[in-house]
Nanobody
Framework: VQLQASGGGLVQAGGSLTLSCTAY????????VGWFRRGPGKEREFAAA????????SYADSVKDRSHISRDNAKNTVSLQMNSLKPEDTAVYYC???????????????WGQGTLVTVSS
């Protein structure tokens, strides 16, 4: 499966963005999807994840209450809406397909190329 992350860009602090992850070749159906991010000079970290059905989601404390992850299995797309963006949200955001939702990278076996989000102060 090939994953393509999109929707990144330059936004002012306090603004919003919606990131999308689309699967090509094979579907997301039956798989969890996670979003991770790597900020400048930082390790890649977990941001959000959703189970295969869309019924269960989880968020990192750093984005919780400001973000919403959702999926449309018919369109092979998972979205991450981020609000009230902060400069510290600046990062390359990666989506990944996994056997189950996790804050760890362990169960994720396919990764997208990443989309850059830059939040200006």
């Amino acid at each position: 499966v090939q994953l393509q992350a999109s929707g990144g860009g330059l936004v002012q602090a306090g603004g919003s963005l919606t990131l999308s992850c689309t699967a090509y070749g094979r579907t997301f159906s039956g798989y969890a999807v996670g979003w991770f991010r790597r900020g400048p000079g930082k390790e890649r970290e977990f941001a959000a994840a959703i189970d295969w059905s869309g019924d269960t989601s989880s968020y990192a404390d750093s984005v919780k209450d400001r973000s919403h992850i959702s999926r449309d299995n018919a369109k092979n797309t998972v979205s991450l809406q981020m609000n009230s963006l902060k400069p510290e949200d600046t990062a390359v955001y990666y989506c990944a397909r996994g056997r189950y939702p996790s804050t760890s990278e362990y169960p994720y076996d396919s990764w997208g190329q990443g989309t850059l989000v830059t939040v200006s102060s």
